[in-house]
C-alpha cells in the first residue's frame, strides 16, 4: 500500500537549519508531484511547498520562501525539505503528501503521519 | 486569516444531515476544484473529496461535495459519532501560485 514517512524532526534554536526527509513506497514516485504541509500547534492546515514529478516545477508559501527549499530523489524515491533560518513561527507537525497528479494542481491524496519541529532558544 | 472561509465550527445529532461552507475567490474557488480533508482527532488528516464533488475509494457515500460560482460545500448525512472530526477545504490559487487551505471547520457530534 502507499505509503510515506517522515523523519529528521527535532528541537532546534532560532535561526537554525534542518532537513526532512520523507521516503515513498507503494506507489511509482517519479510519477506524481509531491508536498509538504504544516500544523502549528491547535491550528489549521497551512500548505507549504509543491514540487512536480521530475523537480523541475516547485512552488512555495509566501511563509517560506527564500528560507525553505523542496526537493526530490527519484532514484532514493524520497522528498526532502531543507528548512533555513528557521523561526518561532515554524513550528508544526510537518506532513508530506502525495499529490493526485504528476504536477501541483489536483491536491494531496495520500498523507504521511507527520513529523514536528520545535523552534525554541 | 485563511483565503478560504469557512466556519470555525458545526454540530449535529446522530442521523442528521450537516453542511459545511467553504467560500474563496475567482482566482482560487472559482478557477479550480476543491478538494476536502478530514482530521480525525490526533492523527494526519485524509482526503475526503477531490474534484469538487469525486469520493475516493472507501470514503462513505454520506459525505457529498459540490461547488459553485466561488463556493462550495461539504455535505454530510446519516450523521454518525465517527464523523466528529476537523474538515477542511483546499484548492490551488492561480494568483498566489499556492495551495490554500480553509481554516478548518471542527464538527461535533452532538
Known amino acids: 500500500q502507499v505509503q510515506l514517512v517522515e523523519s529528521g524532526g527535532g528541537v532546534v534554536q532560532p535561526g537554525r537549519s534542518l532537513r526532512f526527509s520523507c521516503a515513498a513506497s507503494?506507489?511509482?514516485?517519479?510519477?506524481?508531484?509531491m508536498h509538504w504541509v504544516r500544523q502549528a500547534p491547535g491550528k489549521g492546515l497551512e500548505w507549504v511547498a509543491v514540487i512536480s514529478y521530475d523537480g523541475s516545477n516547485k512552488y512555495y508559501a509566501d511563509s517560506v520562501k527564500g528560507r525553505f527549499t523542496i526537493s526530490r530523489d527519484n532514484t532514493k524515491n524520497t522528498l526532502y525539505l531543507q528548512m533555513n533560518s528557521l523561526r518561532a513561527e515554524d513550528t508544526a507537525v510537518y506532513y508530506c503528501a502525495k499529490e493526485k497528479g504528476s504536477a501541483w494542481a489536483n491536491g494531496m491524496d495520500v498523507w504521511g503521519q507527520g513529523t514536528t519541529v520545535i523552534v525554541s532558544s | 486569516q485563511s483565503v478560504l472561509t469557512q466556519p470555525p465550527s458545526a454540530s449535529g445529532t446522530p442521523g442528521q444531515r450537516v453542511t459545511i461552507s467553504c467560500s474563496g475567490s475567482s482566482s482560487n474557488i472559482g478557477s479550480n476544484t476543491v478538494n476536502w480533508y478530514q482530521q480525525l482527532p490526533g492523527t494526519a488528516p485524509k482526503v475526503l473529496m477531490y474534484?469538487?464533488?469525486q469520493r475516493p475509494s472507501g470514503v462513505p457515500d454520506r459525505f457529498s461535495g459540490s461547488k459553485s460560482g466561488t463556493s462550495a460545500s461539504l455535505a454530510i448525512s446519516g450523521l454518525q459519532s465517527e464523523d466528529e472530526a476537523d474538515y477542511y477545504c483546499a484548492t490551488w490559487d492561480d494568483s498566489l501560485n499556492a495551495w490554500v487551505f480553509g481554516g478548518g471547520t471542527k464538527l461535533t457530534v452532538l
Open positions: 507503494g506507489f511509482t514516485f517519479s510519477n506524481y508531484g
Open positions: 474534484s469538487n464533488n
